[in-house]
């Protein structure tokens, strides 16, 4: 089944074109708007894989767009196109939920790597709170696993430092590496960070 993408930018013709790229590399365009409120109204509605933000739009910014649909509480993987790359709208982006980002103006090959990372961390991001999850535990024993903040960020460092091991030793993908480590997980019946450990300390190899 292909992804279901909103798209919310506020230029008409790039909207356009963002459509027809999307469509031609097999996406579902379910909405696309030049609002950032309706924006939000429209993942509510139609409850998409994807929505793609503009930074600058009328109504409400992108940034308040990715906030207000994080809070929708859907699995929903945000990637925002700015014309700026300062490292502190950066973070910014980052805090309100938004798993990549893209620089116009982009080329067509740079949109869908940017949403294959965008829907690669968010993936990672929901495996995670569902390992974390109180009350849950890989062996079904009903033992609780880590649920603290400081537990998930732990995890996520050590997850993505497995990653970087994986993409440069081996020639992964961050998509391959981070499904590497959580197969093992499962097969194993172990949580992703006892796996990332192992491959960082060099036991544990594709």
């Not at 090959?109 to 849950?136: F, K, N």
Request: aromatic fraction near 4%; charged fraction near 30%; include cysteine.
């Amino acid at each position: 089944m292909s992804r279901r993408v909103v798209i919310a930018e506020d230029e008409a013709i790039i909207r356009l074109d963002l459509k027809e790229i999307l469509q031609a590399e097999g996406y579902d365009v379910v909405g696309e708007t030049g609002r950032g409120d309706k924006a939000v109204d429209l993942v509510r509605q139609h409850v998409p894989d994807l929505v793609i933000l503009d930074v600058k739009m009328p109504g409400i910014d992108g940034l308040s767009a990715a906030r207000a649909i994080r809070d929708l509480g859907q699995k929903v993987a945000v990637l925002v196109l700015t014309a700026f790359s300062q490292r502190n709208l950066i973070d910014e982006a980052r805090d309100a939920g938004v798993a990549a980002y893209l620089v116009k103006p982009f080329q067509r090959s740079e949109l869908v790597p940017a949403i294959d990372q965008a829907m690669a961390r968010c993936q990672q991001e929901w495996a995670i709170d569902a390992e974390t999850q109180p009350g849950e535990s890989v062996d079904g024993a009903g033992t609780d696993s880590p649920t603290s903040a400081e537990d998930k960020l732990e995890t996520r460092r050590m997850v993505d430092g497995a990653k970087g091991v994986l993409m440069e030793q081996f020639g992964m993908t961050e998509s391959d590496a981070f499904g590497f480590i959580q197969k093992t997980a499962m097969r194993t019946r172990a949580r992703m960070i006892d796996v990332a450990r192992q491959v960082l300390e060099g036991s544990l190899v594709p």
